[in-house]
T-cell receptor, first 113, second 114 residues
């Protein structure tokens, strides 16, 4: 049973549109992450947050932005979508302990035409 | 810096046969090691992890992995696979003491055939 929810599951949108990918978790986790996943490639961390009002960029440069106004909510926004943004976006959360596992949502598959 | 190598992008195997998915890592510091599984159209789920202690760790569904420090490996094995094991398997590491940045390999697709 999922405790971390991502919406929408699939999104097809035209170039230039603004989009927001939603991610919410009910576990009270302090840490949240956004990963980008492409076929045959490792998952790339694009954003992370250690708590409310804390956001950092990950290892992979991304034109997206994130916000963390509430503990349970970590949305990702693209101001102007481009075909190069086509990918699967995975949201995850974990507790403070560095050894605790990541809990992943089911992902949003974004296609920009 | 750390890196994870999964040399096999795809491993086809017949049902009830044994399987080994290979994972090697590179790190100048000690690491914790993880295997995650991703079933079709789903997110990743933790399969098993090595933090310390016994180098052989097991999951509830029959998978096991052995940490080999000298060979910097953490290969995943199962003695008899099922059709339902078909999924993408990701090896990952995080440096001991680090609080973020789990580093993933490129994944191995385990394709179990009847």
């Amino acid at each position: 049973e999922a405790d971390i929810y991502q919406t929408p599951r699939y999104l097809v949108i035209g170039t230039g549109k603004k989009i927001t990918l939603e991610c919410s978790q009910t576990m009270g986790h302090d840490k949240m992450y956004w990963y980008q996943q492409d076929p045959g490639m490792e998952l790339h961390l694009i954003h992370y947050s250690y708590g409310v009002n804390s956001t950092e960029k990950g290892d992979l440069s991304s034109e997206s932005t994130v916000s963390r106004i509430r503990t349970e909510h970590f949305p990702l926004t693209l101001e102007s979508a481009r075909p190069s943004h086509t990918s699967q976006y995975l949201c995850a959360s974990s507790s403070r302990d560095g050894t605790s596992p990541l809990h992943f949502g089911n992902g949003t598959r974004l296609t920009v035409t | 810096a750390q890196s994870v190598t999964q040399l096999d992008s795809q491993v086809p195997v017949f049902e009830e046969a044994p399987v080994e998915l290979r994972c090697n890592y590179s790190s100048s510091v000690s690491v914790y090691l993880f295997w995650y599984v991703q079933y079709p159209n789903q997110g990743l789920q933790l399969l098993l992890k090595y933090l310390s202690g016994s180098t052989l760790v097991e999951s509830i569904n029959g998978f096991e992995a052995e940490f080999n420090k000298s060979q910097t490996s953490f290969h995943l094995r199962k003695p008899s696979v099922h059709i339902s094991d078909t999924a993408e398997y990701f090896c990952a590491v995080i440096p001991v003491g680090a609080t973020n940045k789990l580093i993933f390999g490129t994944g191995t697709l385990l394709a179990v055939q009847p």
